[in-house]
């Protein structure tokens, strides 16, 4: 994993009518990017933002995380019907604005009415809103946004105010069904020298037609659309000729039962998207209306602009000794004078003045570094000397520690159990080394042990998987490349070995070999001319081996005999031919064979053969080969871990094929012993990446968990829809359980 860089924290002030505030913004996250974790500040590339809502009723009051009126699940400002009959009931809205490149900045505000059951209703229309006179009306789209009229520049930050007032109409009074309303701040920005590609957006609205009234949920599925930003939520507006609707959703803590009941009609469906994703045209199917958002197609280079948005983004004040917090309550502990424990802090339990570095009863750190002595709860995840961890019960103990904590990728972890199937890495001296788990496999050892059902994989020979090879593998040990003549070999690969066959020129009397193998013995090359069974006597005083004599250096003039070998232009030749052979060119004719590990189209070879070509090695598994070039056809298997098209890959007991393609590592995982296999990485080649990251091509079992999107995620079901096609995490909390890995205040 990538070392992770200091963490910067932007400290923003917020000064508005109401009354001035200290208050501190940042969203922490973890991304993807070159299959390692990376930590960054998560808002955006653009901009940093926060929003600043006063509420006025008997007292002036900032609505911050921590108010009763924030809604921590929708993000959202939630006002009862109660506050807002009050007579002295107005809201106003300023954000704060740092740009971390020259930008434009626009902004939306939507109303969530909702009954008393929590259930979406329509819009009742209630308030009288007076924007900020800088803002610019932009009704190009369905639904309104405000314009910023002036840039933000560079490393600048700027207190926008938005709202002036925001007030019950004269005189109004909200329909029985009313219980309450959320509203929620949509900030988005684009680089000030492509402002224009808001006039060039992508598709966001569409119709939909009910036939009928219905009451329906709602699902949003972001297909392949890797940016955990938009997850923190999507604001749907439906908007009929007569009444409109907003739906947040979201993925923190969702109400799955929340519902909305259009009438019959046709409606247009908006959501706020940035410029290149795409709306596709809604569904309504199993009582659900059907979202799918994606990337769009149809830009050219002159339509694209970099743009970001933050979707309510939210204030969190300073802890002070003044407050009385209660259990849950966020704050920004400064740590002054030199900051050492500063960051975000969540309240276990109610307390006043109890300092949240010290009092570690009353507070614990938002923080993605595990830290000594602190309390951690079951559910927490740390980032750890270089991984992450999940508590597996509250603590106070490493997270090395196998009862408590279980690390989070594949890496090999004592306290972790392994299934069959399971596959896990562990690095010693500097090497990693992967596993294969072909038993179930308990916890408790600091590394894989031999004696455990673990296979090490890969076709270097390793005393681990003594008595674990089967036979007719291929390995390498000791730059030597052997086959394995049974099964449960008991010794190291050696010359000697009754149960290695060492492949080659070299003899060993212990060995079989089939008719046509050559062989170099005492310097001298000898030719099998019969099955050579073990244990017989040596070449010379055996028939059935024959002696290549050596004639010299090839002569044009003179008459070759079968089984004589020539040297011609550096390389050594033998005729093997019944007939004999005059004037003949040893490079090119049939019947003149090449001897020594180079492969030639002319020579024809036997099983256990061993050639090189291309500058890798291989080894014939069965049969005889003429001109079948190795690699390309023939029963060659390539003696690497270089993925080869013609190779034989096993799924068997406990060998498994791995092997390298594109500078990562992938297992077999389809039928035992075929060729002919597709390029791994691609869909249905039934080959495993060895990769925490998820991927479309790898196939999931319940229990696995990966990397996707900034989070941990574990399969609660085999993650394949009705068609076989994989199920992404995150479009199904069904089928995947998220971990989060992103320290944002805001995000449960």
Not at 3 to 9: A, H, L, S, V, Y
Not at 682 to 705: A, C, F, H
Request: without cysteine; neutral net charge.
């Amino acid at each position: 994993m990538r070392k992770i860089r200091k963490i910067t924290i932007l400290f923003l002030t917020f000064i508005f009518s109401l009354s001035t505030v200290m208050s501190v913004y940042a969203w922490v996250a973890l991304n993807e990017a070159t299959e390692a974790l990376d930590l960054y500040v998560r808002t955006s590339s653009l901009f940093d933002s926060s929003l600043a809502i006063g509420l006025t009723q008997s007292t002036n009051q900032l609505v911050d995380y921590n108010h009763a009126s924030y809604n921590r699940d929708d993000l959202s400002v939630n006002l009862t019907k109660t506050q807002m009959n009050h007579a002295n009931f107005e809201i106003k809205v300023a954000v704060n604005i740092t740009a971390h490149q020259n930008i434009k900045v626009r902004f939306k505000v939507v109303e969530m009415w909702m009954n008393s059951s929590g259930n979406v209703i329509a819009n009742p229309n209630a308030f009288d809103t007076i924007y900020h006179e800088n803002l610019i009306e932009d009704t190009s789209e369905v639904g309104i946004n405000y314009l910023y009229g002036d840039p933000v520049y560079k490393e600048t930050s700027v207190t926008l105010d938005f709202i002036t007032s925001l007030k019950r109409k004269v005189g109004f009074t909200f329909p029985a069904a009313v219980d309450h309303v959320r509203l929620v701040v949509l900030v988005s920005a684009v680089q000030l020298n492509r402002s224009d590609i808001w006039d060039d957006q992508l598709p966001t609205t569409k119709t939909l037609t009910t036939t009928s009234s219905g009451t329906y949920g709602m699902n949003v599925v972001f297909n392949n659309v890797a940016n955990e930003a938009y997850l923190r939520g999507v604001a749907i507006e439906i908007i009929g000729s007569t009444n409109s609707y907003v739906y947040i959703w979201h993925t923190r803590n969702f109400p799955t039962g929340r519902t909305i009941t259009l009438p019959a009609g046709t409606y247009t469906i908006k959501i706020n998207l940035v410029n290149h994703l795409a709306l596709a045209q809604p569904t309504i199917s199993n009582g659900k209306i059907n979202i799918s958002i994606s990337y769009g197609s149809g830009l050219g280079p002159d339509d694209w602009g970099f743009e970001d948005f933050l979707y309510s983004p939210s204030v969190i004040s300073y802890w002070s000794s003044t407050v009385t917090y209660v259990a849950g309550n966020i704050v920004y502990f400064r740590d002054l004078p030199d900051g050492t424990n500063a960051g975000f802090y969540v309240a276990r339990q109610g307390s006043t003045n109890q300092v949240p570095d010290a009092a570690t009863w009353a507070w614990s750190p938002i923080s993605p570094y595990y830290q000594s002595g602190r309390l951690y709860l079951e559910g927490t995840i740390v980032f750890y000397n270089g991984a992450f961890y999940l508590a597996k019960t509250d603590n106070t103990v490493l997270p090395t520690t196998a009862w408590a904590w279980e690390r989070l990728d594949k890496m090999f972890n004592s306290g972790n159990t392994y299934n069959t199937g399971d596959v896990t890495y562990f690095i010693s001296g500097g090497i990693t080394k992967w596993y294969y788990a072909f038993g179930n496999v308990g916890s408790g050892q600091s590394q894989p042990q031999a004696y455990q059902d673990f296979r090490e994989l890969g076709i270097n020979y390793s005393a681990f998987n003594k008595q674990k090879y089967l036979i007719n593998e291929y390995v390498i040990h000791n730059g030597l490349y052997y086959t394995n003549v049974t099964t449960g070999t008991y010794e190291d690969p050696a010359l000697n070995s009754q149960v290695w066959k060492q492949l080659g020129f070299n003899y060993t009397n212990v060995q079989a070999y089939p008719q046509n193998h050559i062989i170099l013995y005492n310097g001298n090359y000898y030719i099998a001319l019969a099955n050579i069974a073990a244990y017989q006597s040596a070449p010379g005083s055996n028939a059935n081996w024959r002696i290549l004599n050596n004639l010299g250096t090839y002569n044009a003039a003179t008459t070759y005999s079968r089984y004589q070998r020539v040297t011609y232009n550096g390389n050594i030749y033998v005729w093997n031919q019944a007939s004999t052979t005059i004037n003949t060119n040893p490079e090119t004719t049939q019947g003149w064979w090449l001897l020594g590990s180079a492969w030639h189209y002319k020579n024809t070879y036997v099983k256990d053969s061993l050639v090189l070509h291309d500058g890798e090695y291989f080894a014939l598994r069965t049969g005889t080969s003429t001109n079948q070039e190795p690699g390309i056809s023939g029963a060659w298997q390539k003696l690497s871990e270089n993925w080869n098209p013609t190779n034989m890959y096993y799924n068997s007991s406990s060998l498994r094929s791995m092997v390298k393609y594109d500078e990562r590592l992938f297992m077999w995982q389809g039928t035992n012993g075929v060729t002919n296999t597709q390029t791994p990485g691609t869909m249905g080649s039934n080959w495993q990446e060895l990769t925490e990251i998820w991927r479309p091509y790898n196939t999931y079992k319940v229990g696995d968990k990966v990397i996707y999107d900034g989070s941990f995620w574990e399969a609660l079901k085999v993650p394949v829809d009705n068609f076989g096609n994989p199920v992404v995490p995150s479009t199904d909390f069904t089928v995947w359980k998220e971990y989060n890995i992103i320290w944002d205040p805001n995000r449960n």
